[in-house]
Structures are given as structure tokens and as C-alpha cells.
């Protein structure tokens, strides 16, 4: 079996509504045996079912790959082509590498099997399960992208999706986010928030209580400052996160010296602080409230009477949970566990008595084994406004707050708690499954000071396709929006243009170029030609449009014959673009019984526009119950109907696209543009106003496929 090519559809295709790989296989003689088949099956059950083709099996064993490596996907499928020896293999993904990956390793089995070989099935999905682990978004990232997803507010990665860096909505509504930080998050928020020396003397300005402590010169000063604090003392780095350079518990000089030794390792301002009696808890605020707490223990083992401390970390460690991808991390029995075993007169090879809890760690950083617990409900409110009050005292708008207090479920100050540090960057991921179950709605809360209810970070979209006339009717709906005073941001064979400025020449009506003009910032409508073929090549490159407009359902100028060679190929393509209307939107179609189909396909309404003003699909449609709208010329005028009611919109002569004439591509690009920006809500005078003021100036450039 050889892939002869293999390429990514990113977008809404026909195939799918989401993202897939399609890929020609050919094969070879042997491999288009039953037996193969059944060999196939017997070696990775879960494939059992009807249907012997090899191109179904590559497809669903890719399939099940990326669902054992922890992405399952919806879409698997093949298809014979003309030529018996080839199969198209279509398999949906969530990251293309993965998918990819997946893909080349299905084909791997068949040689293997042909070729009698041994593959290690187990050892391949770990290391498919590795490299989702390094593609996917983090697990706070990923409660983001869901919570917008579920609101349908568009997600896209900016870099890659490890990353953690997304775009969440399109043009000028977009909002960006990097993990737990969104471009809401101010600047000097953060240095305050990263200063922890900074940020106690903030807080307590304020009113909130604080560790007492001090920045100190050097090791004799940490040691004078521990003996003035008293035992026990904490010593850390002014400017450190994630825990490096932490030492807790601290009570002699020794312990002193060496913890300021490896605080200083890490920044070289340090600090410190008498140690608040209590438990180690992480509150999140999100947009002034309280959103998830959670008690972070560290690292321990606890005896059963029967098993050494070193045999109680083995079982430990047996967790599935606590693996190279996480989500808690190993225990390991080093020279800092150890030290801390003494101190309880333990070594690895000591038997614990039953019940005994055994700690391996001073601190409770998951990185160092620690473990994590839900106490969102048990949170008191007045603990819970000590919290928002000192984010509110930095100015951030998201913050997770170190907070050490013997119960959350007591006032702050009754029990001589503190607040230890405020971080700018909280790790969301110990709020969502699998270490809280169920999740808090962390992702959510991000996405809703973002965009309030009822918003979906969408603008307004447009796209234009069919066989011709696409261009220059790209380029009039375009200039129909912006005379309506709208900033527009238009993709199509002459280039890409933001605010009526070229940007760029290329032709821009591909995927390509869609996204380019919803990435930018400055555009509060987006009017994009489909070029057919690149439905083919790359899928759309965007999931929902407000308005889709067919100008033709020919087939008779197709650029790439051998891709869509019939009306009914060029049809299907033209149902990709009308299936992606929204609700609440509308498809544009010409009065030509080869698209009449289309409307079956949109979940908005139909507005058809036609030079023939007694077509039988326009008269149709205006006797329909709903009174459906129609754009037509009658005696030379283009007119806009909805069931018995017309409105003269202007006269065929005043539109300088119909170059004086009254049939043609022009008058129907005219009618087009004139019907989508009336199914826009635009003004008649505005729509008109657009109409006679433009000058195509493309030269016939995208005219045809």
C-alpha cells in the first residue's frame, strides 16, 4: 500500500463539517485479499465489522489510533475509485500531526503484515499517545476552547496548538488568550503580580493578611532574619514561579543557608517569611468572583503495617494518572525526600504502621508528586471576598491565590490564614477533569469576561462562489458595505483588501485568504470569494458565513476537469458553502433549476435574484407562504420583492457594472451584490448608493474557474 497523496481539508469540506485528511492509496495485488483483512481484524479487534476493502480499514484503523492516543474523531471513510487498484481515504482529526501520524502508522500494520513482521502495538500507541501529549493545547486551554465552542465563537490557534496561544472570534470581535491570560489582562498587573515582595506589601496596604517577612542581602542576613521571624520559615525567590527555588519547614541555620543557596540559584533577590500554620489552597478569581478552589497536599504515602515507605511510593506511582503526560507527576525518593523522611525518623526501607501518613515532600507542587483536591463548595464567602478583593488590589482580571489556612470553609482572619502569593498565569488544569471531576467552570468564566451572553465574536460574513462573475461581485458587495459605512475586509482573485486598501495582490480566493481577512483586527465584515477548486484542495476557511451566494451552477469552464467535470460535481461544492449558512442568515442563489436543490441544503431562507423576472423558481418562491425575497429586473430596473410587494431599487443604466448592458454576468453580479446586502439589512438607499458608484476595475481577472 503507497499513499500517492495526502492532503489536509482545514476547513467545512465534503466530507465533513470538520477538518479531515484525504488521502490516494493504491494497492497492491496481495493486499486486496479477504484474508488480509481478516489478519487485520484478528490482530486489533476492535476493527470487527462488516466490510473487507483495505482503503475502509486503513481508514477506521486510523481512526481508532488517534482514539487510542486520546483524540477521538467522528468521521472515517473510503471509496473505491475509477481504477480498481486505488482508494480515497478520508479520516477527520484534531491535530494534523497526530492525524498524520496515525495515517502512517495504519499503513505500517499492512506491511507488516504482508511482510509477516512484528509490530509492537502497544509501544505504538504510547508513542502516538507521546506525541498528542506534545501537539495538544493544555488542559486550561483546552476548558477554554470548549466553554467557546460550546457558545460557537470560533477558535484558532495562533501559533500551534501547544502553544496555549488562541484567537477566540473573528475581525475586529476577536479576543485573544495565552493559557489563563487574555488580552484583557493588564501589563502592569502582572509585574506587580510576578514581584512577590511587591505584591505582599500591596495587599497588606490593603488590608489583607500576609506572611511576615523581608528581602535579605545574603545567607547570614536569610539566617538573622529567620532567627527575628522565628521557626518555622520559608525561603524564596523574589521572582520565581511554578515553586522553583521554594524551601519550606525551615528551622535551623543549615536548612536556612541551603534553602537561600538554591533560592539564589533561581533569581537573585530573595526573600524571607514566617510559615501560616495550615494546608497549601489554590483560589481562582475570574472576572471579580471566586470560580474554583482546591487544596494542594504534598507528596506522601500512608502505611498499611505490611509494606516498606519505598514499596508504599511504587504503588504510588502506579497511578495512571501520574505519567509522562500527566496530569500528576511522579514520586521520586530523592535526597530532598529523604531528608525529609529523617525528619520523621523514616527511611525507604521503614515499614509504616496501618493509618500513618508518611511525607515526602515539604512543599505540595504537584510537580514533586503532590496531589490535588476539589474544596470549591466548602469555600467561605468571607474567605471567598478576601480573595477577589486582593486580585482587585493588583488589577487582574484572571489570578489564582496561594492561600494557607487550616479550613476554607472559615473566615480568612479567624484562623490567622494568609495569602502567600497571587499568580497572574494559574494552572486551570487542576480545576477540569480528570483531577476534578467534575470540572469547575473555569473555561467558561475566561470566556464569558470575554464575550457577555449573547455574544459569539463573529462578524458579519459573506462568501461568493460559482462558476462565474465571481470577482467583480466580490468586490461590489464589498463596496455596497463600505459606502454603508461598514470597515470591510474583502479576499478574491485580485488580492486581499482591509478598509478599501490592497494589502495583498495574490489571488486570495482560497482558504488561505479567507482566514487572513478574520484574522485581521480592523475588519468588521468579511466579503470572500470561493474559488470551487479550493473547496477541493483545502476545504473553507471558515465554519459558518451569514450570507452565501451562488452565481452559477455550470461546469462548463472548470479550470481542473478532471476535479469537477459536471454540473452535479460543481453542485456539490456549491452545497459545502449553503450548509455552512447560519440559522439566521440567508443563501443568495441564482434562479437556475440546477440550484434549486441548494435550498433544501440551508438552514436560513433563500434569496434568489434573476434577469428573468418571471422565472418559475422567482414566482415560486414569492408565492410561498413565508413570502420569499427576490431580486429581479423588470422594464430595465432592478427591483427587490418579497411575496407580492416590489421596490424599485435603481435603473440598469445607472450601474456602471452592467457596461450598458442588460444581460450578462455584470447584471447578474449587480442583482447578486444588491440581494446580499439586502439580506444583510442594509437600506435600499444605501444598497443603491453602492450599486451606482462602483467601477470594477479588475479587468476580468477571476472571472471564470
Not at 389 to 396: C, H, M, P, Y
Amino acid at each position: 500500500m503507497d499513499f500517492r497523496s495526502v492532503r489536509a481539508l482545514r476547513g467545512p469540506n465534503v466530507w465533513a463539517r470538520v477538518p479531515v485528511l484525504e488521502a490516494v492509496v493504491e494497492l497492491h495485488e496481495q493486499e486486496q485479499s479477504g484474508d488480509l483483512a481478516r489478519r487485520l481484524r484478528a490482530w486489533v479487534p476492535s476493527l470487527a465489522g462488516d466490510g473487507a476493502d483495505p482503503g475502509e480499514l486503513l481508514a477506521r484503523l486510523s481512526g481508532e489510533l488517534q482514539a487510542r492516543a486520546g483524540t477521538p474523531v467522528t468521521v472515517t471513510r473510503s471509496e473505491i475509485l475509477p481504477d480498481p487498484r486505488f482508494r480515497r481515504v478520508v479520516v477527520a482529526y484534531e491535530y494534523e500531526a497526530l492525524g498524520r501520524a496515525c495515517l502512517e502508522t495504519a499503513q505500517r500494520f499492512y506491511e507488516a503484515i504482508l511482510g509477516g513482521e512484528p509490530l509492537d502495538v502497544a509501544a505504538e500507541v504510547r508513542r502516538l499517545r507521546a506525541l498528542e501529549y506534545r501537539v495538544r493545547a493544555g488542559a486550561g486551554a483546552a476548558a477554554i476552547i470548549r466553554a467557546a465552542r460550546a457558545r460557537g465563537i470560533p477558535v484558532e490557534p495562533i501559533d500551534d496548538p501547544a502553544s496555549n496561544l488562541f484567537r477566540l472570534g473573528q475581525g475586529a470581535r476577536q479576543r485573544r488568550v495565552g493559557s489563563a491570560r487574555t488580552d484583557q489582562t493588564a501589563a502592569l498587573a502582572q509585574v506587580l503580580a510576578q514581584d512577590k515582595e511587591l505584591t505582599r506589601k500591596l495587599l497588606a496596604e490593603a488590608g489583607i493578611p500576609v506572611p511576615e517577612g523581608r528581602p535579605v542581602a545574603d545567607a547570614d542576613d536569610a539566617c538573622w532574619a529567620a532567627r527575628e521571624l522565628g521557626p518555622p520559615v520559608v525561603v524564596k525567590p523574589r521572582d520565581s514561579d511554578n515553586g522553583r527555588g521554594v524551601a519550606l519547614d525551615l528551622r535551623t541555620d543549615e536548612q536556612v543557608r541551603a534553602a537561600h543557596a538554591a533560592a539564589r540559584a533561581e533569581s537573585p533577590d530573595v526573600l524571607v517569611e514566617r510559615q501560616a500554620p495550615g494546608r497549601h489552597h489554590r483560589l481562582v478569581v475570574i472576572g471579580g468572583r471566586l470560580v474554583a478552589a482546591a487544596q494542594r497536599d504534598p507528596a506522601q504515602v500512608v502505611g498499611d503495617g505490611d509494606h516498606t515507605v519505598a514499596q508504599l511510593v511504587q504503588r504510588a506511582n502506579a497511578d495512571p494518572r501520574r505519567g509522562d503526560d500527566g496530569p500528576l507527576w511522579q514520586i521520586h525518593l530523592d535526597e530532598h525526600a529523604l531528608e525529609v523522611l529523617a525528619g520523621q525518623d523514616l527511611t525507604p526501607g521503614s515499614i509504616p504502621s496501618a493509618g500513618t501518613p508518611v511525607l515526602l515532600r515539604r512543599n505540595s507542587y504537584l510537580q514533586d508528586g503532590g496531589t490535588v483536591a476539589d474544596v470549591t463548595d466548602r469555600v467561605h464567602p468571607q474567605l471567598a471576598a478576601r480573595a477577589v478583593e486582593a486580585v482587585r488590589v493588583l488589577g487582574l482580571d484572571v489570578a489564582g491565590l496561594d492561600v494557607v489556612v487550616e479550613d476554607v470553609a472559615r473566615p480568612l482572619e479567624e484562623q490567622g490564614g494568609v495569602v502567600v502569593e497571587v499568580n497572574d498565569i494559574p494552572w486551570l488544569g487542576q480545576h477540569v477533569e480528570p483531577l476534578c471531576s467534575p470540572p469547575r467552570p473555569v473555561g467558561e468564566a475566561i470566556v464569558e469576561q470575554l464575550f457577555p451572553p449573547g455574544e459569539t465574536g463573529r462578524i458579519p460574513l459573506v462568501t461568493v462562489s460559482g462558476a462565474s462573475g465571481r470577482t467583480s461581485t466580490t468586490r461590489l458587495i464589498a463596496h455596497i458595505l463600505s459606502v454603508a459605512g461598514r470597515r470591510v475586509g474583502t479576499a478574491c482573485a485580485d488580492g486581499l483588501f482591509v478598509a478599501g486598501r490592497r494589502v495583498r495582490a495574490q489571488d486570495c480566493s482560497n482558504s488561505q485568504g479567507a482566514r487572513a481577512v478574520l484574522r485581521n483586527p480592523n475588519v468588521e465584515v468579511a466579503v470572500l470569494e470561493t474559488d470551487p477548486n479550493s473547496i477541493l484542495r483545502e476545504g473553507l476557511g471558515f465554519d459558518r458565513c451569514d450570507v452565501a451566494v451562488v452565481l452559477d451552477g455550470g461546469a462548463d469552464a472548470i479550470a481542473e476537469p478532471q476535479e469537477i467535470e459536471t454540473p452535479q460535481a460543481l453542485a456539490r461544492l456549491m452545497e459545502v458553502l449553503v450548509e455552512v449558512v447560519a440559522p439566521q442568515g440567508a443563501a443568495v442563489l441564482k434562479a437556475d433549476a440546477r440550484l434549486a436543490a441548494l435550498v433544501g441544503r440551508c438552514s436560513g431562507p433563500a434569496v434568489f435574484f434573476s434577469e428573468v423576472p418571471d422565472h418559475p423558481l422567482v414566482a415560486a418562491h414569492r408565492a410561498n407562504r413565508s413570502g420569499g425575497r427576490v431580486v429581479h429586473v423588470r422594464h430595465g430596473e432592478i427591483r427587490l420583492a418579497e411575496g407580492p410587494h416590489e421596490e424599485v431599487l435603481c435603473r440598469l443604466v445607472e450601474v456602471p457594472l452592467t457596461r450598458g448592458n442588460c444581460a450578462g454576468f455584470g447584471v447578474e453580479g449587480a442583482l447578486a451584490a444588491a440581494a446580499t446586502a439586502w439580506a444583510l439589512g442594509e437600506r435600499p438607499e444605501a444598497i443603491r448608493a453602492g450599486l451606482t458608484s462602483f467601477l470594477d476595475d479588475s479587468g476580468g481577472r477571476g472571472e471564470r474557474l
